[in-house]
């Protein structure tokens, strides 16, 4: 079965600190890989995907992520947490069969940074 | 980027009524989106994929009575909660895919609440 995990329910750092957000995923074939972002009683807002070439991926508001295709991660990452980046974080792949768009989702990771 | 919008941004409505969700593609046209389901502080579950001039295609568990969807024109699709119920409160989001990779843009969201 096709999933994507999110391994930790929730990553508390300080501000300023390097901050990382986990993401795995089992999809057959090479997919797209997303990561989005959401902001209480809001949609989801897109940060950074990544569909081919160069494994590290720059992405909105100083994140990036890094495609991992051995160890088929997805890490998002950004070298100097805000608090303002406390939010609930999504990863997400769609299988490269599946052209509509519809993406599978990860349970998401809830991002707390402390001043 | 392309903007999706929905109305309204929250409801609140008495057991037994129904409920229109509307979704729209402001600046490109959509003959898919997505309607999906999400808890407090979890994962989306996709409901359905609706299609414009065809019946919608409901995920596994999502019954179709309950929850209509129609894709009458490429801008606009519409989720109409039936004969709702407390058990139905949730927040309900759409998206769209748009662009060369078909990326998702979604919508904000609409918080119902069934009393």
């Known amino acids: 079965a096709q999933s994507v995990a999110q391994p930790e329910d929730q990553v508390n750092v300080a501000e300023g600190n390097p901050l990382t957000v986990k993401c795995t995923y089992s999809?057959?074939?090479?997919?797209?890989l997303f990561w989005y972002v959401q902001y209480p009683n809001r949609g989801l807002q897109f940060l950074l995907k990544?569909?081919?070439?160069?494994?590290l991926v720059k992405g909105s508001y100083g994140f990036e992520a890094e495609f991992n295709k051995s160890q088929t991660s997805f890490h998002l990452k950004k070298p100097s947490a805000l608090v303002s980046d406390s939010a609930l974080y999504f990863c997400?792949?769609?299988?490269?069969?599946?052209?509509?768009?519809?993406?599978?989702f990860g349970q998401g990771t809830e991002l707390s940074v402390k001043p | 980027g392309a903007v999706v919008s929905q109305h309204p941004s929250w409801v609140i409505c008495k057991s037994g009524t129904s409920v229109k969700i509307e979704c729209r593609s402001l600046?490109?046209?959509?003959?898919?989106m997505f309607w999906y389901r999400q808890f407090p502080k979890q994962s989306l579950m996709l409901m359905a994929t609706?299609?414009?001039?065809?019946?919608?295609?409901?995920e596994q568990g999502v019954e179709k009575d309950k929850f209509l969807i129609n894709h009458a024109s490429l801008t606009l699709s519409t989720l109409t909660v039936t004969s709702a119920h407390p058990e139905d409160s949730s927040f309900y989001i759409c998206?769209?895919?748009?662009?060369?990779?078909?990326?998702?843009?979604f919508g904000p969201g609409t918080r119902l609440t069934v009393l």
């Open positions: 990544y569909i081919t070439g160069d494994n």
């Open positions: 999809v057959s074939g090479n997919p797209y």
């Open positions: 600046d490109f046209q959509a003959t898919t």
């Open positions: 998206s769209a895919p748009s662009g060369r990779d078909n990326e998702q843009f």
């Open positions: 997400a792949v769609r299988p490269l069969y599946n052209q509509g768009g519809k993406l599978i």
């Open positions: 609706s299609n414009e001039g065809s019946k919608a295609t409901y």
